[in-house]
């Protein structure tokens, strides 16, 4: 859907460069030609604007229904849906905020215990599956060794030395 002041633009563009006439220009855009002579006669609010742009610098955070709380309690008689069009027409927008501080530094490698049959502790999740068995899941992330290699890893010890549990 394309407003009206594209429209304008359209059938000043045609009338132009091509030089047509404002009727034909009108009929291609699918304009009506009321609407493309249409001229504004609405008041600048320069005071209003300069004023929100003024609160919108000084509360970052705050958005247009803030700022027409904060101008209203200022004796502002304007509506909340003119603050909104002015809010969207000075390119106001409620600051991000900034990221937060990763740590810095490489993470420190983990010490492997070179001993034959050495204890090793995992960090494992208690859960219940569908069944209502319980199952132990283990939080080792995705950028180290899957669940499923762990599993055939220990697997593979327990057949090796034998469960020592």
């Given at each position: ?159 090796a030395r034998g469960n020592r549990g």
């Amino acid at each position: 859907m394309v407003g009206p002041a594209a429209k304008r633009d359209a059938v000043a563009h045609l009338r132009k460069v091509l030089g047509m006439s404002e009727r034909r220009a009108c009929t291609l855009v699918a304009a009506d030609r009321k609407m493309i002579r249409y001229q504004s006669r609405r008041p600048p609010d320069i005071e209003l604007r300069s004023r929100l742009r003024d609160l919108a610098n000084q509360r970052r955070r705050f958005g247009y229904r803030r700022l027409f709380i904060l101008l209203r309690e200022q004796g502002e008689p304007s509506g909340i849906n003119r603050v909104y069009r002015l809010y969207r027409e000075e390119g106001l927008t409620v600051r991000k905020r900034k990221a937060r501080r990763r740590a810095i530094g490489t993470r420190t490698p983990i010490l492997v215990e070179a001993r034959v049959n050495a204890r090793w502790s995992l960090d494992f999740v208690h859960d219940h599956e569908v069944s209502g068995m319980a199952a132990r899941h283990s939080r080792v992330t995705s950028s180290t060794i899957s669940g499923k290699r762990v599993a055939r890893e220990l697997t593979m010890l327990v057949e090796a030395r034998g469960n020592r549990g």
